[in-house]
């Protein structure tokens, strides 16, 4: 795509249109149906390497440490390597331990974050082994790294990233789905994995289709004084990067929890001036969220729930299409960019530049 606002009012929504074609692109030319496997020219990673990995610690600022958040789960899902994600800017500055037999990656839209090149130098001068999960090429981060998967997202102008990140979740399954076939991922699994991401640009083509009935429902939570963010496992990364979204974007406080952890405290925050937004696949943990749905509406709270299928609990639901599991975290998101959009519309904000924020963040 080109920096062309091609017919959008706003750089956001032309980046939320693009979605489709940009994850076609990180895509393109990666899969080998024959292994049952993807091809990551850039990574710099052979087979005996990657088999003697025995974690991986993933490091990145906002959005892409929501998709390192992502990125983690799939690893450990699909490749069986203990894989946690963490901010680059708390990392570098509580002198971790470094650790041979761990694979650092660092993850970037811009390549320019300083708190992530700095957690990346002060790695490389401990010895550590670092890849890059970025977007822009050449980038000083893409450079610091031994190697990595670019995202191939093209220009993303407005402050708020949309494609980057699902771009950057789908380059993360990648690199899953390549670790998991070097180690325990089956054939079986590795071509089921093939066939969810081939049907993500369709999927996301369907979710847009929505964006008249999400603006709908902005309209209506329009009057929220703070949202509440929701989810489960991997539904989790999905609520902190929307509770994230609708923050930078139209200035609505929000909180993104465990759902497990609203009766450790949130809970007390519910009433019908705080919605919530509760992330609900069909996984295996659908009656623990819907329990935690009935919790909610216990206390007069409002739900809106981001779903594979109608929740009765709920006062309103967005249908997502069904993937493979593993991909949920992919999908699930992209309604919620759209409704942080359409609640920042009706409140009038600046969208692609919001008050006090850089697109990218070069200094301390
Ligand atoms: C995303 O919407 C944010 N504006 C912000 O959190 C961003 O993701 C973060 O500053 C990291 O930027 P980077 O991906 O360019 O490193």
């Known amino acids: 795509e080109s920096y062309d606002m091609g017919g959008h009012d706003?750089?956001?929504?032309?980046?939320?249109?693009?979605?489709?074609?940009?994850?076609?692109?990180?895509?393109?030319?990666?899969?080998?149906?024959?292994?049952?496997?993807?091809?990551?020219?850039?990574?710099?990673?052979?087979?005996?390497?990657?088999?003697?990995?025995?974690r991986v610690k993933i490091l990145g600022c906002g959005s892409a440490y929501h998709a390192g958040q992502i990125g983690a789960q799939m690893i450990e899902e699909l490749a069986r390597i203990p894989a946690d994600a963490e901010p680059?800017?708390?990392?570098?500055?509580?002198?971790?331990?470094?650790?041979?037999?761990?694979?650092?990656?660092?993850?970037?839209?811009?390549?320019?974050?300083?708190?992530t090149l700095a957690a990346v130098q002060e790695l490389k001068?401990?010895?550590?082994?670092?890849?890059?999960?970025?977007?822009?090429?050449?980038?000083?981060?893409?450079?610091?790294?031994?190697?990595?998967?670019?995202?191939?997202?093209g220009p993303e102008v407005c402050v708020v990233s949309t494609k980057c990140f699902t771009n950057t979740a789908v380059a993360f399954a990648l690199l899953a789905l390549h670790l998991g076939r070097i180690r325990d991922l089956s054939v079986a699994d590795?071509?089921?994995?093939?066939a969810g991401?081939?049907?993500?640009?369709?999927?996301?083509?369907?979710?847009?289709?929505?964006?008249?009935?999400?603006?709908?429902l902005a309209a209506e939570y329009a009057d929220a004084k703070s949202m509440m963010f929701v989810g489960r496992v991997r539904g989790y990364p999905v609520a902190r990067e929307a509770s994230l979204k609708l923050k930078e974007v139209s200035y609505v406080h929000a909180e993104a929890y465990?759902?497990?952890?609203?009766?450790?405290?949130p809970l007390a925050l519910i009433e019908p001036a705080v919605p919530t937004v509760a992330i609900v696949?069909?996984?295996?943990?659908?009656?623990?969220?819907?329990?935690?749905?009935?919790?909610?509406?216990?206390?007069?709270?409002?739900?809106?729930?981001?779903?594979h299928q109608e929740q009765e609990k709920a006062d309103h639901t967005l249908l997502v299409p069904r993937n493979e599991v593993e991909l949920d975290p992919i999908l699930m998101g992209i309604p919620l960019q759209l409704l942080a959009y359409h609640s920042a519309l009706a409140l009038g904000r600046d969208i692609d530049k919001p008050?006090?924020?850089?697109?990218?963040?070069?200094?301390?």
């Open 355 to 364: 008050r006090n924020l850089a697109k990218s963040v070069t200094v301390e």
């Open 88 to 115: 680059a800017s708390e990392f570098r500055y509580r002198n971790a331990v470094v650790d041979p037999e761990t694979l650092y990656i660092a993850v970037s839209q811009s390549g320019e974050t300083y708190d």
């Open 10 to 54: 706003t750089y956001m929504h032309k980046e939320i249109s693009e979605q489709a074609d940009a994850v076609d692109r990180v895509l393109r030319g990666r899969i080998d149906d024959r292994f049952a496997t993807v091809h990551l020219g850039g990574l710099n990673l052979d087979a005996r390497e990657a088999r003697g990995v025995r």
């Open 190 to 194: 590795g071509k089921r994995i093939i």
């Open 281 to 307: 696949p069909d996984d295996d943990l659908l009656e623990k969220n819907r329990a935690t749905l009935e919790e909610i509406k216990a206390r007069s709270g409002r739900i809106l729930a981001v779903a």
């Open 197 to 216: 991401l081939r049907k993500l640009p369709g999927q996301i083509e369907e979710i847009l289709a929505n964006e008249d009935r999400i603006a709908e």
């Open 125 to 153: 001068r401990k010895g550590a082994r670092v890849l890059g999960v970025v977007n822009v090429v050449g980038s000083a981060i893409a450079r610091e790294t031994d190697g990595g998967v670019y995202v191939h997202a």
């Open 258 to 265: 465990p759902a497990s952890e609203l009766k450790h405290g």
